[in-house]
Nanobody, 124 residues
Framework: QVQLVESGGGLVQAGGSLELSCAASGRTGSSTAMAWFRQAPGKEREFVAAINWSGSNTYYADSVKGRFAISRYNAKNTVYLQMNSLKPEDTAVYYC?????????????????WGKGTLVTVSS
């Protein structure tokens, strides 16, 4: 089992920045990828970004490419999501997930473990 706890959400004005953190514990070595997904009110959960175990590979949704950056610090079993140039449409609950790295890493079904989420609200 892997436990994931997100933090860092909050209210920010459009154009601002936030950094989310995800602390992992348990059998973290069993997961080769860490990812962020988000779910806006009334919408399906969607992929945001993913990173492999070593941090050598990352993958982003087109909607956040160039604005968001995912990173990890394995010594602390923590994954980060730096979010810049935030837009009102980035408003959502952001979920950290752990699963397998591969061609389907952006799929909800590639993830085995999920955190409870942290709310990000971007005001216009």
């Amino acid at each position: 089992q892997v436990q994931l706890v997100e933090s860092g959400g909050g209210l920010v004005q459009a154009g601002g920045s936030l950094e989310l953190s995800c602390a992992a514990s348990g059998r973290t070595g069993s997961s080769t990828a860490m990812a962020w997904f988000r779910q806006a009110p009334g919408k399906e959960r969607e992929f945001v970004a993913a990173i492999n175990w070593s941090g050598s590979n990352t993958y982003y949704a087109d909607s956040v490419k160039g604005r968001f950056a995912i990173s990890r610090y394995n010594a602390k079993n923590t994954v980060y999501l730096q979010m810049n140039s935030l837009k009102p449409e980035d408003t959502a609950v952001y979920y950290c997930a752990a699963g397998g790295w591969g061609p389907s890493v952006s799929s909800y079904y590639a993830m085995d473990y999920w955190g409870k989420g942290t709310l990000v609200t971007v005001s216009s």
